[in-house]
C-alpha cells in the first residue's frame, strides 16, 4: 500500500497549493487590491496576480485529480459514491470538476474574454462579482477538506 500512501502525499500537496492559493487570493490579495483608487487599476492588477496563480493552479488540479483517482481504484472506492455517508467523495469530484471546467475549458473559451468586456463596461460590479466568486469557492473548498479529512478518519455526517 506504500503506493496509496505516496498518491495521498501527492494528492494533498496539490490540494494545499491550490486550495491555499486561492484562500490567499480571498482573504488577502482581493482585500488589499480594494485599496486602489481606481476600479480600473484594481482589474489589471487582479488579472496579472490571477494569471500567474492559474497556471500553479492547473498543475495543482491535474496532480489531485490524478491522485485521487488512483486512490479510488486502488483501495475500491468505486461503490461508495453511492451512499450519503460518503458524501465527502462526491464533494471532492465535484468541486475537482467546477475547477477544471473553469481553467481549462471556461477561461480559455470564452471567460477570459467576457470578464474583461465586462471589467471595461463596470469595472466596480465586476470587482465585486469576482470577490464575490472567489468567497463561494473557497467556503466551498474548505468545507470539502474539512469533510474529507473528517470522512476518511470515520466521522460522517450521515450513517
Ligand atoms: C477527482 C477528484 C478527487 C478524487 C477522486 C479524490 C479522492 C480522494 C481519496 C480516494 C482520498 C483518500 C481517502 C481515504 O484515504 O480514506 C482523498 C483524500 C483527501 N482528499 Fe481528495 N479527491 C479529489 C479531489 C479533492 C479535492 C478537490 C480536495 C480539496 C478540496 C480534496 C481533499 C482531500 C483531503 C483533505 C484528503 C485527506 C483525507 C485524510 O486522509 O485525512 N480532494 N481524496
Do not use: C
Not at 465586476?126 to 476518511?152: I, K, P, Y
Amino acid at each position: 500500500m506504500a503506493d496509496v500512501t505516496l498518491a495521498l502525499a501527492i494528492h494533498l500537496l496539490a490540494v494545499v497549493v491550490w486550495i491555499g492559493g486561492v484562500a490567499m487570493v480571498t482573504t488577502v490579495l482581493l482585500p488589499a487590491v480594494q485599496s486602489f483608487k481606481s476600479a480600473a487599476e484594481r482589474i489589471a492588477f487582479f488579472e496579472s496576480i490571477e494569471r500567474r496563480f492559474a497556471r500553479q493552479a492547473r498543475v495543482a488540479t491535474v496532480l489531485a485529480g490524478a491522485s485521487g483517482f488512483y486512490m479510488v481504484q486502488r483501495l475500491h472506492f468505486w461503490p461508495l459514491f453511492a451512499g450519503a455517508r460518503y458524501w465527502w467523495l462526491g464533494a471532492m469530484v465535484l468541486l475537482w470538476l467546477l475547477f477544471t471546467l473553469m481553467l481549462f475549458v471556461a477561461e480559455p473559451l470564452f471567460l477570459d474574454r467576457w470578464f474583461r468586456q465586462r471589467a471595461q463596461r463596470d469595472p466596480e460590479g465586476t470587482f465585486r462579482l469576482v470577490q464575490r466568486l472567489h468567497r463561494v469557492l473557497l467556503a466551498l473548498s474548505l468545507a470539502t477538506v474539512a469533510g474529507a479529512v473528517a470522512g476518511s478518519h470515520g466521522l460522517s455526517l450521515f450513517n
